[in-house]
């Protein structure tokens, strides 16, 4: 992906967005994080266009983000009239994010086993 001038995802990219939604993280966090790791930061707009998704996509990805603490968002004044841009960035490296997806992937499939452990009990 290009800094500036992102309008499409490289294949790499997509099998990024990939592997991130099929450990269960909604498609456009998945497509935001991917965004915000290759270009550090973003206007709502520029993330927009850069992921493809629309505005309320954008800002439902961002809150579950907020919600884990990933990002941080700023107001930027603006030239004028009309609401402030807000800029976000990520607060953590996108490495301990993958790390807080695997635990929290480890921590759901502990909880099934013990569902399962005790359903065989049941049964015995």
Known sequence: MNKKALLTFTKKDEEFVSALVATGTPRTVARVLVYLF???????R???HGTDLNEPQVSIALKHM???DWISVSAV???GMGRP???????IPVREIVDMI?????SAIENRLALLKKAKGYVA
Do not use: C, F, P, W
């Open 102 to 106: 695997e635990e929290a992937q480890k």
């Open 66 to 68: 907020e919600d884990h």
């Open 38 to 44: 290759k270009n550090t930061e973003g206007t709502m």
């Open 85 to 91: 841009s807000k800029k976000v960035a990520l607060k």
């Open 77 to 79: 004044a603006g030239s």
């Open 46 to 48: 520029e993330i927009e």
